[in-house]
């Protein structure tokens, strides 16, 4: 065999299509170290890995259906790896977090924690959570958002105790939440959005959840932003 040949293998896809399940997985790892973090209280620590867990949630869709995972490896189901990997990060470890942060009156934090579970589990076990549209039916269970703006804001404990049972109420009403990267009415705004967005989110947490007046008037308004605009969702059969 000549010296000079080196012939080289070109990745299956099949192999990059998996790549992209262990991609998806890595939000576990994520959680975990999420709860390590909530267990010795480093609440920006812990809102660091579940902000990475975010990104991974934000792009890994979008790789599956470009590389045809699916299609290529029907044996593993995308779908129930994500569910299970959000149920982590959205859900379990925000609950967790919210029950042990003095955030809510003592007496109602662990009840409340189990609220927080119960319904974020009947939410993603919903196979009606999305419209047609893709937007949100119902508050979508983002209680690691939800627990971001707690730390924000520092409630009254009983005013923050109303807060987690009013989110858990609306996860069962049919209002609509936009998704920010599927939804096609106002796109280019809602992006331009989340990116500032997730740059204060950034700033908050680097100033250990304690940022300037207008860096949180700021994050509150655009939570308005986000909300209000599932309200102007066009008609869709």
Excluded at 48 to 59: H, S
Excluded at 96 to 101: D, E, K, L, V
Excluded at 119 to 136: E, I, N, P, V
Aim: with cysteine; glycine share 6%.
């Amino acid at each position: 065999m000549n010296s000079t040949e080196s012939p080289e293998k070109s990745i299956s896809p099949r192999t990059v299509a998996f790549a992209v399940h262990v991609f998806t997985a890595c939000g576990a790892a994520c959680a975990l170290l999420a709860l390590i973090a909530a267990v010795g209280a480093d609440w920006p620590k812990m809102f660091v890995w579940l902000g990475i867990a975010l990104v991974i949630d934000g792009v890994d869709g979008t790789f599956a259906r470009r590389l045809r995972t699916a299609e290529l490896l029907p044996r593993w189901s995308g779908d129930v790896l994500d569910l299970v990997v959000d149920i982590l990060n959205y859900v379990f470890v925000p609950a967790y977090a919210i029950a042990t942060s003095g955030l809510l009156p003592q007496v109602l934090a662990v009840p409340l924690g189990a609220i927080i579970v119960v319904t974020g589990s009947l939410y993603f076990a919903d196979r009606q959570m999305k419209t047609s549209d893709y937007y949100f039916r119902g508050f979508p269970a983002l209680w690691n958002v939800a627990a971001f703006y707690l730390f924000l804001l520092r409630l009254p404990p009983w005013l923050g105790a109303l807060a987690v049972l009013a989110l858990a109420a609306l996860t069962f009403v049919p209002f609509h939440v936009v998704h920010p990267i599927r939804i096609a009415h106002l796109r280019a705004i809602t992006i331009v959005a989340l990116m500032v967005w997730a740059l204060l989110a950034v700033v908050a947490v680097a100033d250990g959840l304690a940022p300037g007046f207008w860096a949180v008037a700021a994050l509150c308004v655009l939570a308005v932003y986000f909300l209000g605009i599932g309200f102007l969702r066009r008609h869709h059969p």
